[in-house]
């Protein structure tokens, strides 16, 4: 049922940026109100990678990106805010201190300020351009995410791509997969160096076997069950890898979606802030996390949270226009 909200901070996304922002803004008392385009809370980490461990969240050595988000959840219980899931925003008009925004199910929600936490936006996995993808896609024999490693137990696994997801599933399927074949087209790798030496370590100690320099070149099989794939090295040279399962890492593909039309500036499908306030070209309307974007800006979860925290305080201002923030250390203030 569409519903409408009254409420200080509208947050589009809620991923572990929007999440955080959700606790920043309720330490400040500043109301705020959920929205997400997914049934569930945590964007890409509950979407796609819920078992996949992260290792640098601070004072995590390492935290499941599922137990991540529950933890986070349980941050901003406190504040008892509410979610409007599996809704779209569409449109948002308005300025500083009466912003509209409206859903694909109806909803409205009225607020002062507007949070951004989109991310890759409506994102969606690079496709290989093989033939005859789709039938294996829709059996999962080919899957660009990994919801449950039980699910690959005893299978044979080619893994594509040369960054950070390859590197770290190969990683994190020893002993799971009966085989993990990796194919990257060069012996260079855009992934972490500590997980790179893992790797390294890996193929020498025979868990995994790297098949370098190869692409993906066909599938083999029939009614969506894989037999093998076949690769090709740069000279056209091909051999087969019986396989199971293949799992592309080609990156995600970036699509703004609604939020390209409402007049906010853009950089390369990104939203250009000013990094202090994390304000767009709209004042009153903030971007954070990996939809934001500024000279060094770094995608990654721990940059979002802080940027969480200044536009927070950048924020505090349009709601609370005549009272001054002195700024408080939540030891000293606690939650609430
Ligand atoms: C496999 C993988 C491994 C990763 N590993 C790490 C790691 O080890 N460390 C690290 O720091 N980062 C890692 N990342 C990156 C990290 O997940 C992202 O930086 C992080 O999720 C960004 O958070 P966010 O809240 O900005 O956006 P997202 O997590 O992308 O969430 C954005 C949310 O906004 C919603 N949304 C978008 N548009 C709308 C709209 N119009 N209406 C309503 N909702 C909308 C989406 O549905 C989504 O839920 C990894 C990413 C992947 C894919």
């Known amino acids: 049922m569409s519903q409408i909200l009254d409420t200080d901070v509208a947050i589009v ?15 400040l008392k500043v109301r705020a109100v959920l929205i997400d385009a997914l049934g569930e809370v945590g964007g890409q980490c509950s979407a796609l990678y819920p ?50 925004l409206t859903t694909d199910q109806g909803d409205t929600v009225r607020a002062k300020a ?13 496709r290989p351009p093989l033939d005859g993808l789709a039938a294996y896609e829709a059996t999962g024999a080919v899957q660009y995410y990994v919801r449950r490693r039980e699910d690959l137990r005893g299978k044979r696994v080619v893994i594509a791509g040369g960054g950070d997801s390859a590197v770290d599933w190969a990683l994190a399927l020893r002993g799971v997969a009966a085989a993990i074949h990796f194919v990257h087209r060069r012996p260079k790798f855009r992934a972490a160096p500590e997980s790179v030496a893992q790797l390294d370590a890996a193929a020498a100690a025979g868990e995994v076997d790297m098949v370098i320099p190869y692409q993906l070149h066909a599938l083999h099989g029939g009614d969506g069950r894989l037999v093998s794939v076949e690769v090709a090295d740069l000279d056209g040279g091909t051999k087969h890898i019986a396989a199971d399962v293949l799992l592309p890492f080609f990156g995600l593909s970036m699509d703004l979606g609604p939020i390209a039309g409402w007049g906010l500036a853009l950089e390369r499908h990104h939203l250009a802030i000013t990094p202090a306030t994390c304000e767009t070209n709209v004042p009153g309307v903030f971007a954070i996390g990996d939809v934001a974007t500024y000279a060094g800006k770094l995608k990654l979860i721990l940059q979002g949270f802080s940027e969480a925290a200044m536009a927070a305080h950048a924020i505090h201002p349009i709601v609370y226009p005549d009272t001054a923030l002195h700024f408080e250390y939540s030891t000293s203030k606690g939650v609430g």
Do not use: S
Request: charged share 15%; hydrophobic share 50%.
């Open 13 to 27: 996304g809620a991923g572990p940026a929007g999440l955080f922002a959700v606790f920043e803004l309720g330490m």
């Open 51 to 100: 078992e996949k461990p992260i290792y640098d969240i601070p004072a995590h050595p390492a935290i499941e990106a599922g137990d991540l988000v529950a933890r986070l959840e349980a941050q901003i219980a406190p504040f008892a805010t509410p979610r409007l899931l599996g809704r779209r925003v569409e449109t948002l008009t308005g300025t500083a201190g009466a912003f509209a």
């Open 114 to 126: 507007v949070i951004v936490a989109a991310g890759a936006g409506a994102f969606g996995p690079n």
